[in-house]
């Protein structure tokens, strides 16, 4: 994947994160996976069309989707409501936002469709034939893989 298309989401990731839940944002080793993989405890699924093509994935564990949306939303969340649901989906939304924002001034034309969300471990996923970009993220709410599967678009 080429670093300009990785860049914007990392850096919106970043950007959002450290905005919601103040502190930095830690980023463990990138690489890249091929094939199936398994869902997270909650996963954000945003859509990728135009200029490039695919989806972009927000995989955690129940306890960091709580504690994000909970420090987001500014209460506290026991269990993962169709509330603290939207709001894990929010974030996904707007972090892609902002990383269409920034490859559009880049000259790449991205649009974005509603975030999709997929709760429950076990799940099996695949980005069929497009390579997947893991990279880890360490936050003060606990851990994030995002999930850059990306191609050019048609």
Known sequence: ????VAQPFLLAAKGVLEQELG?????????????DFEAGEVT????????LSGAVMY???????????????????????ALARSGV??????ISGRAGV???????????APPMLIVGRG??????????LLVPLQTSAGAIDLQIA?????
């Open 1 to 4: 994947m080429r670093a300009d």
């Open 89 to 94: 989906g929010e974030l996904g939304n707007v």
């Open 23 to 35: 502190g930095d944002v830690g980023r463990g080793q990138v690489k890249i996976e091929r094939g």
């Open 123 to 132: 799940g099996l996923m695949s980005s069929l034939d497009i390579p997947r």
């Open 150 to 154: 990306l191609k050019q678009g048609s």
């Open 59 to 81: 995989r955690m564990s129940e306890a960091t989707a709580l504690a994000i949306v909970g420090r987001m939303m500014g209460q506290k969340f026991g269990e993962l409501d």
């Open 102 to 112: 920034l490859l559009e001034k880049a000259g790449i034309r991205t649009d974005i």
């Open 44 to 51: 954000a699924v945003v859509g990728v069309t135009g200029a």
